[in-house]
Antibody, heavy 124, light 107 residues
Framework: QVQLQESGPGLVRPWETLSLTCTVS??????????WVWIRQSPGNGLEWIGT???????YYNPSLNSRATISVDTSTNQFSLQLRFVTAADTAVYYC????????????????WGPGTLLTVSS | DIQMTQSPSSLSASVGDRVTISCRAS??????LNWYQQKPGKAPRLLIY???TLQSGVASRFSGSASGTDFTLTINSLQPEDFATYYC?????????FGLGTKLEIK
């Protein structure tokens, strides 16, 4: 079964760029009808969708991030990544990666499975 | 953005009880509604997608229903492992949004 695992620095200084990687195991990141997504969770903002990508399509993002996010896919390593520029304390959260599946019978879609999450703190 | 309003925000119940958790969308989302369960320190786990389809491996005591923009998660015969926080999510349009959660506690 597919498993995901986030990795990242844990601590980032304000106004720098955070970089997180999600390693997918047990399945190919290039499978059809599968998209790959980043979500974050903080006490102040609850669960927030960051963006979604596909190995052969353009990513799409939450406008609330004001164009600071970039999601990319590396098919050679079966990983996808998130970069978030100009971070502030408001970006402190647990960051999750997940697979976004689309139903064969229609465009319903959902996030499953999720990685265990990685805590990212923005502080000087 | 589509707002998802869950109620109640917290709920106390006993093992064996039947509980219902509600989620209301601020506009039509058809049946693009998912339910997740989250336990402390863990990632959310998908329970139900497309409003009422049970994810593989999820206990049959969980069920979902929809009426217009109102959605309900029902848990029959609560088990000790069901005490957790539950979230609804709409995937009808981006940005995908979640409710603020319902914390189910042991009475």
């Amino acid at each position: 079964q597919v498993q995901l695992q986030e990795s990242g620095p844990g601590l980032v200084r304000p106004w720098e760029t955070l970089s997180l990687t999600c390693t997918v195991s047990g399945g190919s990141i290039t499978s059809n009808n599968l998209y790959w997504v980043w979500i974050r969770q903080s006490p102040g903002n609850g669960l927030e969708w960051i963006g979604t990508t596909h190995n052969s399509g353009s990513p799409y993002y939450n406008p609330s991030l004001n164009s600071r996010a970039t999601i990319s896919v590396d098919t050679s390593t079966n990983q996808f990544s998130l970069q978030l520029r100009f971070v502030t304390a408001a970006d402190t959260a647990v960051y999750y990666c997940a697979r976004q599946s689309i139903a064969d019978s229609g465009p319903y879609n959902w996030f499953d499975p999720w990685g265990p999450g990685t805590l990212l703190t923005v502080s000087s | 953005d589509i707002q998802m309003t869950q109620s109640p925000s917290s709920l106390s119940a006993s093992v064996g009880d039947r509980v219902t958790i509600s989620c209301r969308a601020s506009q039509t989302i058809l049946k693009y509604l998912n339910w997740y369960q989250q336990k402390p320190g863990k990632a959310p786990r998908l329970l139900i997608y497309a409003s009422s389809t049970l994810q593989s491996g999820v206990a049959s005591r969980f069920s979902g229903s929809a009426s217009g923009t109102d959605f309900t998660l029902t848990i029959n015969s609560l088990q000790p492992e069901d005490f957790a926080t539950y979230y609804c999510q709409q995937t009808f349009s981006t940005p995908y949004t979640f409710g603020l959660g319902t914390k189910l506690e042991i009475k």
